[in-house]
């Protein structure tokens, strides 16, 4: 399997910044894309940004700007760099990947492996 930890979430007041960390964990794992996801109350699941194993990112229209998404392919991370954020950005955010790993003598390959998620909290 594939397990993702996600770290850095907390509560800031709007103009603030947070920098969300995830490392990536499997046997013989091979990571293609890597992505932050939020989750509102009452909402549904939306990309915050992606970014391909060649660094190639992609930004939802409400983050560019202000959100820097990055990567280490050494260390299986990916990162979240969030400045003057705003209360709209209160949520649990989830690290995604588009990976593949070894097991049982098998290579297994998705990309709906996520972690448990932080939770961002921005005050008015």
């Known amino acids: 399997q594939v397990q993702l930890v996600e770290s850095g979430g907390g509560l800031v007041q709007a103009g603030g910044s947070l920098r969300l960390s995830c490392a990536a964990s499997?046997?013989?794992?091979?990571?293609?894309?890597m992505g932050w996801y939020r989750q509102a109350p009452g909402k549904q699941r939306e990309l915050v940004a992606a970014?391909?194993?060649?660094?190639?990112?992609n930004y939802a229209d409400a983050v560019k700007g202000r959100f820097t998404i990055s990567r280490d392919n050494a260390k299986n991370g990916v990162y979240l760099q969030m400045n003057s954020l705003k209360p709209e950005d209160t949520a649990v955010y989830y690290c995604n990947a588009d990976a593949t790993y070894y097991s049982g003598g098998y290579y297994y390959t998705g990309s709906d492996f996520w972690g448990q998620g932080t939770q961002v909290t921005v005050s008015s």
């Open positions: 970014i391909t194993s060649g660094g190639s990112t």
């Open positions: 499997g046997s013989r794992l091979s990571i293609r894309g």
